[in-house]
């Protein structure tokens, strides 16, 4: 077996959980830390041989740092409940107990899906993310929006796919564009930020051009035309929040505390710009 801990932190996957253990092969531990699910989550990953923790909601961070303190092998790999290995991806961890001795992470390609069907292009086209690091050598860090983990050494790059779908429904996006927006508002605010008059059109438009000529949206066709619409959208969104929060005009709720619990809140962080 490879000695990798795979670590999930979930709430509510039952229908995902299994899909993003399965795909990651022999490892040596599976362990899924649970924040709350009152569906078949914590039944599914054990069925799977998964050492489930269940635990409090810190924030997306502290959960993560959790599941670095709690893993037993030297390497460990974090997954999100939506997303699972490519074949080439696993066959590259085989090759972790011969690498570099200085290497102490490593970054994996994940390809973004739309309801099912894979973004080569645009603002969800592909992106390098570190998700496997030595024990005792990252850590877990952001604010209220997005985290990063950070490697106390030099990051390599794993051949193969990491796959992320991380929406159920168009009506599940909705809702996690809305939290996103609120938690920018907040986090926007706290530092200060002002929002002009023309700012949400004039960023919703820059997010269109940026995701369709910078990002290559046009290789998915009407799909990515679609995906820059939706991504100026919520630009536009989170802008105009902002502006109306900073002007008084329209009291924003939902703009204390950590991020939401995942039970509560599905998908990645939004349109950004």
């Known amino acids: 077996m490879i000695p990798v801990t ?20 022999e490892v040596r531990e599976i362990l899924v830390l649970d924040s709350g ?13 998964a050492r489930v923790i269940r635990t409090d909601w810190p924030g997306y961070g502290a959960q993560k740092n959790r599941a670095l303190e709690a893993a037993t092998q030297p390497w460990v790999l974090f997954l999100d409940a939506d997303e699972w290995a490519g074949p080439s991806l696993v066959a590259s961890l085989a090759t972790l107990v011969d690498s570099d001795p200085e290497v102490c992470g490593f970054a994996v390609k994940r390809r973004n899906h739309w309801l099912g069907r894979p973004l080569r292009g645009g603002c969800m086209g592909p992106s390098w993310k570190v998700r496997l690091a ?5 850590r877990w860090e952001g604010g209220i929006l997005h985290e990063t983990l950070e490697v106390d050494g030099r990051v390599g790059r794993l051949k193969g796919v990491l796959e992320h779908d991380p929406y159920r429904t168009v009506e599940d996006q909705r809702d996690t564009a809305a939290d996103y927006a609120r938690l920018f508002v907040r986090k926007a605010l706290a530092e200060g930020r002002r ?34 619409w939706i991504g100026a959208s919520e630009v536009a969104l989170k802008w105009s929040l902002l502006r109306s929060a900073q002007v ?18 599905s998908g990645q962080g939004g349109a950004s710009l």
């Open 134 to 138: 030595r024990a005792g050598r990252a």
């Open 195 to 228: 929002a002009r008059l023309l700012e949400p059109s004039v960023r919703a438009v820059l997010h269109f051009l940026k995701s369709i000529l910078l990002r290559a949206g046009f290789l998915d066709g009407v799909l990515g035309w679609r995906m820059a």
């Open 37 to 49: 699910s009152s569906d078949a989550t914590v039944s599914v990953a054990e069925s799977l041989g």
């Open 6 to 25: 795979l670590a999930i932190i979930a709430c509510n996957e039952a229908d995902r959980v299994g899909r993003a253990i399965e795909s990651v092969g």
């Open 248 to 265: 008084g005009s329209h009291k924003i709720p939902g703009l204390s505390g950590v991020r939401p619990n995942p039970c509560k809140e």
